[in-house]
């Protein structure tokens, strides 16, 4: 942002300097050729200033989302407040985050959440799923309000919590997650009459939960789910898939701090790959090619989910890039 503000105040100079220097000249040629030096140079400086911005939006946009030609946010929730929060479970338009969940669960109280200083600290002392809030929420059965987005994104985070309140809280009642699933199914809108809406996708973009992996360590999950008969029936992903819950235990060694906010990313391209990031470095890859299942999600659309139950969890922003 400094490179911008240099090319602002380039533009304020120069108009004082030309300013002052235009009252000394005594000749209409000279004014004429002072007005048009300073045109030529203030449209120069301003011409920097808009070439600035423009690199410091390209700066800002993640790797994974730049290597894929996604260079647009489509959901951005910075948490400055919580005015954009359903805290009031309306389930209106307009809010980037609501409290009603799916599967006839009760609602996440509005006192598990607080906002300050532009970061969300999520602490439910009655849920016990990784699951508190959503970026989009039924209305009625078959529809949702809110944002669930359809085809090719890369969903981020920035996240911190401190290790060591697992150990202070009960066992199995929370921990820290950062995921989604088919918006189609968690909003009822599964077809009998359509075989392929009883398939549907877990994406879990970062869990931590050292009863799984080593506390340097976090999953990564891709759940393949299918409807058979009216009852839920999960199906094992392919042998190769050897870690617990489906997933990929990725160990960051020392590499990590997960008491300082960490970003972790997910760039979904249905039909070609899933790829994770922390930090803007790519940790795994998992390409459609080597597991169809994974296709079952092509055709659904994805919101944002945070919960950790009655683990504490810090989030800073979440954005959604697309194109």
Avoid at 284 to 304: C, K, L, T
Wanted: proline share 4%.
């Amino acid at each position: 942002m400094v490179t911008v503000e240099v090319a602002f105040l380039l533009v304020i100079d120069e108009s004082i300097a030309r300013s002052s220097s235009i009252a000394n000249f005594n000749t209409k040629w000279e004014k004429d050729l002072s007005i048009r030096n300073f045109m030529d140079k203030s449209l120069f400086s301003l011409f920097l200033f808009f070439l600035c911005l423009d690199v410091y939006g390209q700066n800002n946009q993640p790797i994974g989302a730049k290597v894929a030609g996604l260079s647009n946010i489509i959901f951005q929730e910075e948490f400055k407040d919580e005015s954009k929060i359903d805290l009031e479970n309306t389930k209106k338009v307009g809010f980037n985050f609501y409290l009603s969940r799916p599967f006839g669960w009760p609602t996440t109280r509005a006192d598990s959440l607080s906002v300050k200083n532009g970061v969300l600290t999520i602490k439910n002392p009655i849920n016990k799923a990784q699951f508190d809030i959503v970026s989009a929420t039924s209305k009625n059965k078959g529809e949702w309000v809110g944002f669930a987005h359809r085809g090719s994104a890369y969903f981020e985070a920035s996240i911190a919590f401190d290790p060591d309140d697992f150990d202070k809280i009960p066992k199995k009642s929370g921990f820290p997650a950062f995921w989604t699933m088919s918006a189609e199914h968690l909003f009822e809108t599964l077809s009998s009459k359509n075989k392929r809406w009883y398939e549907y996708l877990e994406i879990d973009f970062m869990e931590w939960n050292p009863e799984w992996h080593s506390r340097s360590a976090f999953i990564q999950s891709i759940h393949y789910w299918v409807k058979d008969r009216g009852k839920n029936k999960r199906v094992s992903m392919p042998a190769c898939y050897d870690c617990p819950m489906e997933g990929k235990v990725i160990d960051l060694g020392g590499t990590i701090n997960f008491m300082q906010f960490n970003t972790f990313g997910i760039l979904w391209i249905p039909g070609e790959r899933i790829d994770t990031y922390v930090n803007d470095v790519l940790v795994r890859s998992v390409r459609v090619s080597d597991y169809p299942a994974i296709e079952s999600g092509n055709d659904h659309h994805f919101p944002v989910i945070l919960g950790s139950g009655k683990f504490p969890m810090r989030v800073d922003w979440v954005r959604v890039w697309g194109r």
